[in-house]
T-cell receptor
Framework: EAGVTQSPTHLIKTRGQQATLRCSPISGHTSVYWYQQALGLGLQFLLWYDEGEERNRGNFPPRFSGRQFPNYSSELNVNALELEDSALYLC?????????????FGPGTRLTVT | GDSVTQMEGPVTLSEEAFLTINCTYTATGYPSLFWYVQYPGEGLQLLLKATKADDKGSNKGFEATYRKETTSFHLEKGSVQVSDSAVYFCALLNTNAGKSTFGDGTTLTVKP
C-alpha cells in the first residue's frame, strides 16, 4: 500500500513569492493534516481538512491557506513568503474515526525562502 | 492547552544497552499517545501508539505504557541497535481537534 506522498521534495522561493505544496493521502483516508517543522520551533500543527472542509487551524497567519480536493488530495499555499517560513512541511493523513485514529506522515517538502 | 515534555537529548548509548526516553503530557480529555521516529532527511514514522489508560504500545522491540495517573508515556527498548539511531518524538493527539502536539524530540545515537 502506498504511503502519503508529497511534492515537490524541495522548493526554493524568494521572499514575497508564493509557494504551493501538494499532498496525496493514503488510499481510503479522508482527512489530511499539515504541520510545520521549523528549526528551533519543533513540529507545529497548521491545518486539518476532512471531506473537503477545513476542520481546524493552528496558530498561523491567514497567508497560510489550503484546500482539499474531491479525491482527498490537498494543497498548502503560503503567500507573501517570509524568511522564517523556511521549514520542512509535513502532511499526514488518516481515516477519521472520531474516537481513535492515527496520523500517517509523508516525507515532507523542504521549503527554503531566500 | 495540550503540551508534551520530552527528555532532553542527545542520548548516546552503546549497542545492546537499555533505552528509556521519558515523556510526560498535559491534556484535557483522553488523548491518544504516540511515539514517532524520524531518520535524517525523512518524515515521521509511527513507531507505536496507545489509546487509553494502561494500554501498552509495542513495535520492533520498543514499548511504552499509557500511564494516566502519572501522565506519562515513556519509551523503552531492552537492547538498542545502531540502526535505532534517529530522532524520537512523543506526541498526543486531540482527536476532536485533529491536532497532534509533539515534544521537542530526542536524538538517539547508538555506537557499535
Amino acid at each position: 500500500e502506498a504511503g502519503v506522498t508529497q511534492s515537490p521534495t524541495h522548493l526554493i522561493k524568494t521572499r514575497g513569492q508564493q509557494a504551493t505544496l501538494r499532498c496525496s493521502p493514503i488510499s481510503g483516508h479522508t482527512s489530511v493534516y499539515w504541520y510545520q517543522q521549523a528549526l528551533g520551533l519543533g513540529l507545529q500543527f497548521l491545518l486539518w481538512y476532512d471531506e473537503g472542509e477545513e476542520r481546524n487551524r493552528g496558530n498561523f497567519p491567514p497567508r497560510f491557506s489550503g484546500r482539499q480536493f474531491p479525491n482527498y488530495s490537498s494543497e498548502l499555499n503560503v503567500n507573501a513568503l517570509e524568511l522564517e517560513d523556511s521549514a520542512l512541511y509535513l502532511c499526514a493523513s488518516s481515516f477519521f474515526q472520531g474516537v481513535s485514529y492515527e496520523q500517517y506522515f509523508g516525507p515532507g517538502t523542504r521549503l527554503t525562502v531566500t | 492547552g495540550d503540551s508534551v515534555t520530552q527528555m532532553e537529548g542527545p542520548v548516546t548509548l552503546s549497542e545492546e544497552a537499555f533505552l528509556t526516553i521519558n515523556c510526560t503530557y498535559t491534556a484535557t480529555g483522553y488523548p491518544s499517545l504516540f511515539w514517532y521516529v524520524q531518520y535524517p532527511g525523512e518524515g515521521l514514522q509511527l513507531l507505536l501508539k496507545a489509546t487509553k489508560a494502561d494500554d501498552k504500545g509495542s513495535n520492533k522491540g520498543f514499548e511504552a505504557t499509557y500511564r494516566k495517573e502519572t501522565t506519562s508515556f515513556h519509551l523503552e527498548k531492552g537492547s538498542v541497535q545502531v540502526s535505532d539511531s534517529a530522532v524520537y518524538f512523543c506526541a498526543l493527539l486531540n482527536t476532536n481537534a485533529g491536532k497532534s502536539t509533539f515534544g521537542d524530540g530526542t536524538t538517539l545515537t547508538v555506537k557499535p
